[in-house]
């Protein structure tokens, strides 16, 4: 079974709407979540840390369910520029790794 | 930014050559990792290190594929000899500043004829 699993999408949304991407993970002790975002031909990079209470920065909100083991992505007002892949990380209490979902990707349409 | 520098950018080789992707990471990170990005298979991680050793090399496929970090400043990823399946985008990434961040070079995209 994969460390992360991520419906990989791709999601079509016009402007303006709200889209949300679920990331389940396998390791119940698993300590520490973040999405990235990757744009197309880029490296990935960090888009925002997921805490167990929850955050939100600007548009975009990140929630951790661990009961269920997933964390969620919330993004509001969608922009043109927030077509992306949007990637998952999860980092289990054994170690250093850093295990990255397949990525979803989005893309806003004018 | 944490000025991870891969090269090359972009190699095309033949069936059965050696590659040699390079990686030169600044100082102040303890970890090293490396990962290969395909269509299908997303983000894997090959191998990574921690303070220029090699901590887990499951991810590594197979013996063709060898990794080393002679110090600090620089590492390598060595597939010899190469396969079509090989294909694909190899990344340097950096970790250890204490924020859980992942610094990832720009990566190199390997095309194996």
């Known amino acids: 079974r994969k460390e992360v699993e991520q419906d990989p999408g791709p999601f079509n949304v016009p402007e303006g709407a709200t889209v949300a991407f679920n990331c389940t993970y396998s390791?119940?002790?698993?300590?520490?979540f973040f999405w990235y975002r990757q744009d197309c031909r880029k490296e990935p990079k960090l888009l925002m840390s997921v805490y167990s209470s929850g955050n939100e920065d600007g548009r975009f909100t990140a929630q951790l369910n661990r009961a269920s083991q997933y964390i969620s992505l919330l993004i509001r007002d969608s922009k043109l520029s927030d077509s992306a892949t949007y990637l998952c990380?999860?980092?289990?209490?054994?170690?250093?790794?850093?295990?990255f979902g397949t990525g979803t990707s989005l893309t806003v349409i004018p | 930014d944490a000025g991870v520098i891969q090269s090359p950018r972009h190699e095309v080789t033949e069936m059965g050559q050696e590659v040699t992707l390079r990686c030169k990471p600044i100082?102040?990170?303890?970890?090293l990792f490396w990962y290969r990005q395909t269509m299908m298979r997303g983000l894997e991680l090959l191998i990574y290190f921690n303070n220029n050793v090699p901590i887990d090399d499951s991810g590594m496929p197979e013996d063709r594929f060898s990794a080393k970090m002679p110090n600090a400043s620089f590492s390598t990823l060595k597939i010899q000899p190469s396969e079509p399946r090989d294909s694909a985008v190899y990344f340097c990434a950096l970790a250890g500043g204490g924020t859980g961040e992942l610094f990832f070079g720009e990566g190199s995209r390997l095309t194996v004829l």
């Open positions: 100082s102040g990170h303890d970890y």
């Open positions: 390791n119940s002790a698993s300590q520490s």
């Open positions: 990380v999860v980092i289990p209490n054994t170690g250093n790794q850093f295990y």
